[in-house]
């Protein structure tokens, strides 16, 4: 079955650019949407953005100055740049696939993003 | 921006029917959808297309649209049930947005 992973520093400090990847095994990575979604301890969802497989783009509004997706098929891979970090975007970041259900079907397990110097 | 409202909490006893609401302006002219989340665990998709359930979920959850209000319901609510619950949409600039999440507790 189509598993994702996340990975990446845990640790970023402020102003600096957050980097993430997420890993899609089991299946390909054609014909879906995904996208990154976040969650800072103890409160809601949002979601930052999604990669057509074929490369097109669209991100939250709130943070589209910030947030950059790309996708590597060759590697089954899209990742997540999210530049001049704060505190406040600590939180644990969520791979997840859409199969055009508008819904997202498979969540990846989540990796924890502190923000701190 | 576009909003989706849910209220924080909602309370059940086992085996009664729980209701959650998520409300939106015109969210019946969307599709909505719906996830489970336990602790320190990742959300898992429990209604899609305001009212298809995924493979394995169980027939005790079903949603439904009326309106501006769409509607998280189980049936028969059982303890393994409790867990915070987020109603999700695309708004008309095709961007996700998120409810702020319902927090069921089964006593």
């Known amino acids: 079955q189509v598993q994702l992973q996340e990975s990446g520093p845990g640790l970023v400090k402020p102003s600096e650019t957050l980097s993430l990847t997420c890993t899609v095994s089991g299946g390909s990575i054609n014909n879906y949407f995904w996208s990154w979604i976040r969650q800072p301890p103890g409160k809601g969802l949002e979601w930052i953005g999604y990669?057509?497989?074929?490369?097109?783009?669209n991100y939250n509004p709130s943070l589209k100055s910030r947030v950059t997706i790309s996708v590597d098929r060759s590697k089954n891979q899209f990742s997540l740049k999210l530049s001049s970090v704060t505190a406040a975007d600590t939180a644990v970041y969520y791979c997840?696939?859409?199969?055009?259900?508008?819904?997202?079907?498979?969540w990846g397990q989540g990796t924890m993003v502190t923000v701190s110097s | 921006s576009y909003e989706l409202t849910q209220p924080p909490s909602v309370s059940v006893s086992p085996g009664q029917t729980a209701s959650i609401t998520c409300s939106g302006d015109?969210?019946?002219?969307?599709?909505a959808c719906w996830y489970q989340q336990k602790p320190g665990q990742s959300p898992v998709l429990v209604i899609y297309q305001d009212r298809k359930r995924p493979s394995g979920i169980p027939e005790r959850f079903s949603g439904s649209t009326s309106g501006n209000t769409a509607t998280l319901t189980i049936s028969g609510t059982q303890a393994m049930d409790e867990a915070d619950y987020y109603c999700q949409a695309w708004d008309s600039s095709t961007n996700v947005v998120f409810g702020g999440g319902t927090k069921l507790t089964v006593l």
């Open positions: 997840a696939r859409d199969p055009l259900f508008y819904a997202f079907d498979i």
């Open positions: 015109k969210l019946g002219d969307k599709y």
């Open positions: 990669i057509y497989y074929s490369g097109s783009t």
